[in-house]
């Protein structure tokens, strides 16, 4: 595919396997829907308004199709929850078939425990862990559900299958902000790499995001407090700066606010519906379903999303993460 003034292409693939998630923490979801699993449509749901989640031929199908215009290095998983979609590892294989060289996952990791074995099987290169509290209390705030010990569980069954795993971890002024250095130390001892993620203005936060936000500028405060680091260079189409203590322990920040990384972004979504989007800024899906095989319309809809993208500046949305994919 043709790149834009900014030379921007897409050559990282972030699906989104389900709309719906295991857990239902402060940023994806809005309290008066926390106790419910469906804040957005369930897949059952979606099939009864005629939408339905694609199989694994589908995505299969429109990968391929994608693969004609640009050369995907990395498919990331993610969703929802992605380990909810119960053909996993069979699209993981199939994946890893087409010839895609880095096939990994964003999960919240409580299912992981029972899982990972038949993911690496299957050829997962790779998880990164979404957890921003090690404290069950404040695990609880963040998630709304009584899940540390099964995540921590999930962690370990990755690592013991010698599967490559990394943590995430979104901070949240005066939710878990307390947690930096825990999480950072936890990090440290399973010999993994944290990146702290400032919140994002996405979803019910979209307009309340000041009162949670917590800056890159407060995390490095903060784990200055204990360990010196330095700076690192930033590869390339990374979203996360990255630093490294004087013991030689690696970590990153993923500073959309601070630190925006729009100008070399390089990531193409596309959603369990078969709707691509080229910005998390963006709430327009551009449904590609119609033109897999017809490949002038799918450049002019991949040309479409990649206009999507900001040029400095990522400038929030009303949907949640959990919709589009985190
Ligand atoms: N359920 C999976 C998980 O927990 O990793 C994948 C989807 S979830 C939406 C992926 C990640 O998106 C979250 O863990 C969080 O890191 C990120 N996320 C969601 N909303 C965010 C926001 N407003 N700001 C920053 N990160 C956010």
Not at 305 to 316: C, V
Request: aromatic fraction near 8%.
């Amino acid at each position: 595919m043709k790149a834009d003034a900014l030379g921007r292409k897409f050559n990282t693939l972030r699906l989104s396997l389900t709309n719906v998630c295991n857990l239902a923490c402060l940023y994806c979801v809005h309290e008066s829907d926390a106790n419910s699993q469906t804040f957005l449509p369930t897949a059952n749901e979606v099939q009864s308004q005629g939408k339905k989640i694609l199989s694994v031929k589908q995505f299969v199908a429109v990968i391929k199709s994608l693969l004609r215009h640009t050369p995907l290095k990395t498919v990331r998983l993610t969703g929802g929850e992605p380990t909810l979609y119960k053909d996993l590892p069979e699209l993981i294989n199939a994946l890893k078939k087409l010839g895609i060289p880095r096939v990994v996952l964003t999960t919240n990791g409580f299912l992981l425990k029972r899982k990972a074995a038949a993911l690496k099987a299957a050829g997962l290169d790779g998880i990164n862990f979404s957890l921003d509290a090690i404290d069950k209390e404040i695990f609880f705030k963040m998630s709304r559900r009584d899940k540390l010990e099964a995540t921590l569980e999930g962690i370990d069954a990755a690592l013991e299958n010698g599967i490559k795993v990394k943590i995430n971890s979104v901070i949240m002024k005066g939710v878990n902000d307390a947690q930096v250095l825990p999480l950072f130390d936890f990090a440290v001892s399973k010999n993994v790499v944290i990146r702290f993620i400032e919140l994002m203005k996405m979803g019910h936060l979209y307009k309340g995001h000041n009162d949670y936000f917590f800056s890159e500028e407060n995390i490095l405060w903060t784990i200055a407090k204990k360990y010196d680091f330095q700076k690192k260079l930033r590869p390339t189409g990374s979203t996360a700066n990255y630093w490294e203590t004087r013991e030689g322990y690696k970590f990153g920040i993923i500073a959309n606010e601070s630190s925006p990384f729009c100008s070399d972004c390089n990531r193409l979504r596309l959603d369990s519906f078969g709707n691509i989007y080229g910005c998390l800024s963006s709430n327009d899906g551009i449904s590609i379903l119609g033109c897999l095989d017809d490949d002038v319309q799918l450049e002019q809809r991949l040309q479409q999303a990649l206009k999507q993208k900001q040029t400095t500046k990522f400038t929030g949305s009303d949907l949640s993460m959990k919709a589009i994919g985190g």
